[in-house]
């Protein structure tokens, strides 16, 4: 495959960099955080290591012929998942990224990486997995989206899985419309920080 060639394929090991990379370029609203971060790092820490260490066979990338510019990645399981990211993710990162009472953009992200509980909404339990879904705007408007979301829904329903949710922000109102076409509907949850949408995967 030569440069620029965009293709759809699974994770792997090697990128993981590019995975952590894309994460920070979406990570606020959509947007690059970079700017707005003095670590940025927190965003994969909290939004993407996790879920490529625990169920790697659940991510796929868009890759150009040089690096993955795009990704989907999640959990079968939402309430497997939490579980292990407060017993085996929280305890290796708390380190790093300990609890203050502070009130920066960074000491937000910190407080809710430490409430994984956060994720379990009665709501959601008919939608028992959950997905991550972020591509640079190099690998944007070309259907690389839908089609990441399709293989991540084929890849549940090969497992019996039916039905998926997502967490979003509601200032991304560009990706609130990709979800809309996707045919995502709105699942209510009494959270006003975060609009679920969920998605049956046959």
């Known amino acids: 495959m030569s440069a620029g060639d965009l293709i759809i394929r699974p994770y792997g090991d090697a990128d993981l960099e590019a995975v952590r990379d894309i994460c920070v370029r979406t990570g606020h609203e959509g947007g690059d ?5 003095p670590d940025p790092s927190i965003f ?7 879920y ?41 990162v708390a380190g790093r990224w300990p609890l203050t009472d502070g009130t920066s953009r960074t000491d937000e992200l910190v ?3 430490h409430h994984p509980e956060r994720m379990l909404w009665p709501q959601l339990e008919p939608y028992p997995a959950h997905l991550h879904i972020d591509l640079l705007p190099s690998a944007q408007g070309q259907g690389f989206g839908r ?47 975060t609009t679920y949408l969920g998605h049956l995967t046959g």
Request: charged share 25%; net charge neutral; glycine share 8%.
């Open 52 to 92: 490529v260490a625990f169920e790697p066979e659940l991510a796929y990338v868009v890759d150009d012929g040089e690096r993955a510019v795009g990704y989907v990645l999640g959990t079968a399981d939402t309430v497997a998942f939490v579980k292990r990211f407060r017993g085996e993710w929280l305890p290796s």
């Open 111 to 113: 407080r809710i990486m």
């Open 33 to 37: 955080a970079r700017p707005l971060y």
């Open 147 to 193: 089609k990441l979301i399709h293989r991540f829904f084929a890849t549940l329903a090969s497992r019996g899985i039916g039905a998926v949710h997502l967490g979003m922000v509601p200032a991304n109102v560009k990706a609130r419309a990709f979800y809309d076409r996707l045919g995502f509907h709105e699942i209510d949850v009494p959270d006003p920080t």
């Open 44 to 50: 994969p820490t909290a939004f993407a290591d996790p």
